[in-house]
């Protein structure tokens, strides 16, 4: 009797078993996922939408492997050299009216999210999934005092000859390539949608803050330029694609960020290719020392490093920073950079 009672419980006890590992307890885990821009266009590429989805095969095909595995996912990502096509494309029609920088900006988040929907729908039907694949065309605040403004650096759009003919309200800055329009890139303050994000969390996989979001400011100033009435408007300004993330990780709780980018991992002294070195791993305290000391490119690792270093702060467990191609392997701990509090 007592063997007949002991079998009788070997099939609960595996499923006791089976709950209690890492992987069943994973299903409920939930992921932020953020692509850079340049992950879809690769180098010396055009940018065609067959190019566009073929840099993306590999990526979500292994995205949709953490769906399979339970993961709730969340997908960010940036948008440089896409808007810039979109400013380009204004800039060559006479007839078309031009459309601000902000109004671009959720172009281009339904554009790359048309992308990686069509994607990885597919790499998900073929193993079998219906997961629903969303994009949320995403406002996400700024200040309106921040200091940004009154500084703008962010390049954006195309080189031009001279500054005869650009609008008078831009401002620009010589290159070697000829002049080129800068904007502000604000401190995002929170995710207006990041409620809906949040409800949308294990029934579908969401496409989110696409390019950072669209910059919006709590004003009373209507856009018709005719009445008072307060709402939420568009400014003309760039959001770091990685500060928004870290915003949004927040905000839904996620539990890991990845970012995934152009290079393998985070080095210090990159751009030296003599004193350069790879890092592993390191914790929040490192990331903000080597911060400190300059290790970090303005413009290419350094918001990387703080947006992982904000998310860890605000209570996230893991932050992984990585090539494009190299999900599977750093979430093995083989390949990209691991952060941890």
């Known amino acids: 009797m007592a063997a007949k009672q002991r079998r009788k419980d070997m099939p609960e006890a595996r499923a006791r078993a089976s709950a209690a590992s890492p992987a069943a307890a994973g299903r409920q885990k939930t992921i932020v996922i953020a692509l850079g821009g340049n992950a879809l266009i690769r180098r010396g590429q055009a940018g065609t939408i067959s190019e566009q989805l073929a840099n993306l095969d590999k990526a979500m095909e292994q995205v949709a492997r953490l769906a399979r595995h339970g993961y709730r996912l969340v997908i960010t990502h940036g948008n440089g ?21 902000y109004a ?56 031009y000859k001279s500054e005869a003919g650009l609008p008078g309200h831009w401002h620009v800055v010589e290159t070697l390539r000829g002049v080129r329009r800068v904007v502000a890139s604000p401190d995002p303050k929170n995710v207006v949608e990041a409620e809906a994000v949040k409800d949308l969390l294990g029934k579908a996989i969401v ?34 694609k990685d500060l928004a993330t870290a915003e949004l990780a927040k905000a839904i709780g996620a539990d890991l960020m990845i970012i995934l980018t152009d290079v393998d991992a985070v080095y210090k002294n990159y751009s030296n290719s003599r004193l350069r070195s790879r890092i592993d791993r390191m914790n929040v305290a490192k990331a903000k020392e080597l911060m400190g000391k300059g290790h970090f490119g ?44």
């Open 104 to 159: 671009c900006v959720a172009q281009s988040q339904g554009l790359i999210g048309y992308m990686l929907q069509e994607s990885l729908y597919n790499k998900l039907h073929s193993m079998g999934m219906n997961t629903p694949v969303v994009t949320l065309v995403t406002q996400v605040m700024v200040d309106r005092h921040d200091k940004a403004f009154a500084n703008p650096t962010k390049p954006i759009g195309p080189y």
């Open 207 to 240: 496409i989110a803050c696409g390019g950072g979001g669209v910059p919006v400011v709590r004003d009373k100033i209507h856009v018709s330029g005719k009445h008072t009435k307060p709402g939420l408007y568009g400014v003309d300004a760039v959001i770091d």
């Open 81 to 101: 050299p896409q808007v810039g096509n979109i400013l380009l494309q204004q800039e060559g029609s006479k007839h078309a009216p031009k459309m601000p920088l």
């Open 298 to 341: 303005a413009g290419s690792m350094k918001p990387k490093v703080e947006a992982s270093v904000r998310f860890l702060e605000s209570g996230g467990r893991k932050v992984l920073i990585a090539g494009l191609d190299s999900l599977s392997g750093a979430l093995r701990g083989k390949a990209g950079t691991v952060i941890e509090p």
